[in-house]
């Protein structure tokens, strides 16, 4: 007869719920886990995985990496199961009140969003990892760890209980939070802290070459600054920050009372990278409020079996982006020129992608599950990020809303008035109602914004709005005459397209992504020489490019267009009068003179 986990003790009718997580081999990347359900009255138990996670808006399939699927009895003899569907297994009971589950996830993806297993640690992602009983979400789980070494750590935000036969043991009070808690497990290194009046920690796996000290430090004072931009205090007893530390690796995900980041791990310490990550840090945060709690009807409750469509991603999104380069600034982590510096980066980006005058900013958020995370060559031309676009768009409408009340109120009015309206209660919100929130706060109909803005694609007037705050968008011309291609080195050396601008004179001329281009006007170029090699020419010239194409050699003839800005700086107008000084240093908390 096989041991049922040890379930912390409930009424005798009520289904009981548990886990036990093992890692009895790190060398082979597998978790094994086994869910045992107690007091089982249906003659079947259906079990289905998330296809994806909350905070990462694409279908991951993670029953992709589930194999060796049993059912069993109490008394250890098999039960007939089938799978019902790519993420759903149906086990026929038999009667019995006690049915096992086993089975085994290859965890070696190391992202925010995927589990990931070696022999230094485990990190595991409740979605990925933890079946969904439909119907029984409300029910309480427990979760055993068995560590595959005594001295590994456990790290989770979960209410831990006493310790199991085999490992300590924490309780999730629905599934919800299950998958809202994710676990680090191995030999960390540790820091923890106090923030307005609350315990944080950071647990930290890799080596690197940051501070944790300076890091805890600085990430205070963005808690600080976000609690107080929110009101009411922070909505935790206590948060932790997993951090992942790996070689070219940058993301985040949200929780509740937690949040996973993954960055460069020898990039903690040079100003730029370690600017860039306290961003991170406070995108983070934010989401503590705007996403976790703050979110859109379509969010409000989770479907983990399909897509759940909004509109409003660039809301979550972008307002958080936004508020990501901001926070530093005011938190007093780096000076005013290092947030225009960070600006004028993000800008460059949305201005160089042609796809923000193809797709509205709306579709943008509602075909995430399509797009955004499966790019193309043809994606720069076709659409454009939400996180983006939704920052240049959360821009506009914080300097929208400071013109119209002269400075006395901005988008910190307005988050605080939805999160008092809507994230306190975790309501979700309707397009009608931020709409509606927005045009409350603004004290003007913003109906035409949206509609211009979100809606369409009309090019947004940042250097309109940007110049009633004492800044211009100086464009900084690359003296280059413009081919419309953008070129890799490959592994073999070869220089490779990756994307054709439309409209481009490589476009016009029949360049296509993954052509191999071998000369310019009979002389060899690499990806690496291309743009110094067009130096040599003025906007109109023909120059004769021969490429491979699917693997046929071709010549063909292509006449230079003007040359094109590389990329944009914002610099403080000449000139600038009282009224756009006294604007800027309302909205940044610092001196036009300082930028």
């Given amino acids: 007869m096989t041991q049922a986990l040890e379930i912390q003790p409930a009424a005798a009718t009520e289904v009981r719920i548990g886990y036990r997580l093992a890692m009895p081999d790190p060398t082979n990347h597998l978790l094994a886990l086994t869910l045992t359900v107690e007091n089982w009255r249906d003659r079947v138990l259906d079990v289905k995985l998330p296809i994806w996670t909350p905070g990462s808006y694409l279908t991951r399939e993670y029953a992709k990496q589930l194999q060796d699927f049993r059912a069993i009895d109490a008394d250890g003899r098999p039960l007939v199961s089938e799978k019902a569907a790519k993420n759903h297994w149906r086990v026929e009971c038999g009667g019995s009140e006690i049915i096992e589950i086993h089975y085994r996830l290859f965890a070696y993806d190391l992202t925010v969003r995927t589990n990931h297993f070696d022999r230094t640690h485990a990190f595991i992602v409740g979605a990925a990892t933890f079946f969904r009983i439909p119907g029984y979400e409300q029910q309480p789980i427990e979760v055993e760890v068995v560590p595959p070494e005594s001295s590994w750590q456990v790290a989770t935000t979960l209410e831990e209980l006493e310790p199991g036969r085999h490992g300590p043991r924490f309780r999730a009070p629905d599934f919800d939070t299950l998958v809202d808690s994710p676990f680090e497990i191995g030999i960390h290194e540790t820091f923890e802290f106090e923030a307005c009046g609350k315990p944080h920690a950071y647990k930290v796996w890799g080596k690197h070459n940051g501070d944790l000290a300076k890091i805890s430090a600085d990430t205070a004072k963005i808690i600080g600054v976000e609690a107080e931009l929110f009101g009411d205090g922070l909505p935790y007893d206590r948060y932790l920050f997993i951090l992942l530390l790996a070689e070219n690796s940058y993301g985040g995900l949200e929780h509740k009372d937690s949040c996973a980041l993954i960055f460069p791990r020898f990039k903690l310490r040079a100003r730029d990278d370690y600017d860039r990550f306290m961003q991170l840090v406070a995108h983070e945060f934010f989401h503590l409020w705007n996403v976790k709690r703050l979110r859109p009807q379509a969010i409000e409750a989770f479907d983990y079996d399909r897509e759940n469509y909004t509109p409003s991603l660039w ?111 975790e309501r979700g919100y309707s397009q009608d109602e931020l709409l509606a929130e927005c045009t409350a706060i603004a004290g003007t109909d913003l109906t035409e914004f949206f509609d211009r803005f979100l809606h369409g694609t009309d090019e947004l007037p940042l250097g309109e709005y940007l110049e009633d705050f004492g800044l211009a968008i100086e464009p900084q011309s690359a003296d280059v005459p413009s081919f419309g291609a953008r070129l890799a080195e490959d592994d073999n050396s070869r220089a490779i397209v990756k994307f054709v601008e439309v409209g481009s004179p490589a476009q016009r001329a029949g360049i296509a992504p993954e052509d191999e281009i071998l000369a310019i006007d009979g002389y060899r170029v690499t990806a690496k020489a291309f743009s110094s090699r067009l130096q040599d020419y003025a906007s109109g010239d023909t120059v004769a490019i021969a490429f491979f194409h699917d693997d046929e050699l071709l010549e063909i003839s292509v006449t230079l267009g003007e040359p094109q800005p590389k990329s944009y700086r914002l610099v403080p107008v000449e000139a600038p009068s009282e009224t756009q000084a006294t604007n800027f240093q309302a909205w940044l908390r610092a001196a036009l003179g300082d930028a």
């Fill in 315 to 425: 809301f979550c999104e972008g307002v958080t982006s936004y508020y990501d380069i901001l926070i530093p600034l005011w938190a007093g982590i780096y000076d005013v020129g290092t947030f225009l510096s960070s600006l004028s980066k993000d800008i460059t980006r949305y201005l160089k992608t042609p796809g923000r005058l193809v797709q509205p900013l709306s579709e943008s958020s509602w075909d995430a599950w399509i797009k955004l995370y499966r790019r193309d060559s043809n994606s720069d031309n076709s659409q454009i990020s939400y996180y983006l676009k939704g920052m240049m768009v959360s821009l506009l409408l914080d300097l929208e809303i400071r013109k119209q009340s002269n400075n006395a109120r901005s988008l910190d009015d307005l988050m605080r008035s939805l999160w008092r309206k809507f994230g306190q209660d």
